[in-house]
């Protein structure tokens, strides 16, 4: 008995991944540094990256810019079967959240509690605001890069006392920063280190450096 034919996929109708996402906003922030994109073209394109949901609505985001191209991470078979019904995915019992993106567009965004950060995490925010609690979160071996940006926004990190915080960001009528802390800092060769990159602009990138969540709970 032959099989029937399997229809082709539109590479268009494909769902992207938040690495599809990441990849096309960091072409946007490379294109407006060197001057391709002004602030307001900046702003309403990365809203556009952040809320894609096929390569079908990246592809006009950077149609007009040289360099990437969303469609050059299609997977190699853009035909497959289509089952009846798909597999489900259980998250184990216990098992802890992991995380690689955070967003928050006219909203809110927390991570809070135990948790994994990789090593490489992206937080943006329009009009909103993304808290990372990461007290409780546990640390890849290595240093963890976040790249932090807000836009009339804000992004808040909250670390504990043995975490090593670098801040590579720029603030652009707006606050990239470690504020007061309100523990003292316990660095040493064994503590974890998070590094911060990105923008604030007309909002706030900060790192606040508090006791352990705990002690917090009752207040």
């Given at each position: 008995?032959m099989a029937e034919p399997v229809d082709p996929v539109d590479p268009g109708s494909l769902r992207v991944s938040d690495a599809d996402r990441h990849r096309v906003a960091e072409a946007l922030r490379e294109a407006a540094g060197e001057g391709r994109l002004d602030i307001d073209e900046l702003?309403?394109?990365?809203?556009?990256?952040?809320?894609?949901?096929?390569?079908?609505?990246?592809?006009?985001?950077?149609?007009?810019?040289?360099?990437?191209?969303?469609?050059?991470?299609?997977?190699?078979?853009?035909?497959?079967?289509?089952?009846?019904?798909?597999?489900?995915?259980?998250?184990?019992?216990?098992?802890?959240?992991?995380?690689?993106?955070?967003?928050?567009?006219?909203?809110?965004?927390?991570?809070?509690?135990?948790?994994?950060?990789?090593?490489?995490?992206?937080?943006?925010?329009?009009?909103?605001?993304?808290?990372?609690?990461?007290?409780?979160?546990?640390?890849?071996?290595?240093?963890?890069?976040?790249?932090?940006?807000?836009?009339?926004?804000?992004?808040?990190?909250?670390?504990?006392?043995?975490?090593?915080?670098?801040?590579?960001?720029?603030?652009?009528?707006?606050?990239?920063?470690?504020?007061?802390?309100?523990?003292?800092?316990?660095?040493?060769?064994?503590?974890?280190?998070?590094?911060?990159?990105?923008?604030?602009?007309?909002?706030?990138?900060?790192?606040?450096?508090?006791?352990?969540?705990?002690?917090?709970?009752?207040?």
């Amino acid at each position: 008995m032959m099989a029937e034919p399997v229809d082709p996929v539109d590479p268009g109708s494909l769902r992207v991944s938040d690495a599809d996402r990441h990849r096309v906003a960091e072409a946007l922030r490379e294109a407006a540094g060197e001057g391709r994109l002004d602030i307001d073209e900046l702003e309403e394109r990365l809203e556009l990256a952040y809320a894609a949901k096929t390569y079908a609505d990246l592809v006009p985001i950077t149609l007009d810019l040289p360099g990437v191209r969303p469609t050059e991470q299609l997977p190699e078979h853009l035909t497959a079967p289509r089952p009846d019904r798909a597999p489900s995915r259980r998250t184990p019992a216990g098992a802890r959240s992991s995380y690689d993106t955070s967003v928050g567009i006219m909203g809110e965004c927390k991570r809070v509690g135990e948790w994994d950060i990789g090593e490489h995490h992206h937080a943006f925010s329009m009009m909103g605001s993304v808290v990372l609690d990461l007290r409780e979160a546990r640390f890849p071996a290595g240093e963890v890069q976040i790249d932090a940006s807000a836009i009339m926004g804000s992004v808040e990190v909250i670390v504990d006392e043995t975490t090593d915080v670098r801040l590579d960001g720029v603030g652009i009528m707006g606050s990239y920063q470690e504020g007061r802390a309100r523990v003292a800092p316990e660095i040493d060769s064994a503590s974890p280190r998070i590094r911060l990159r990105g923008i604030a602009l007309m909002g706030s990138v900060e790192v606040k450096r508090r006791g352990p969540r705990k002690r917090l709970l009752g207040r």
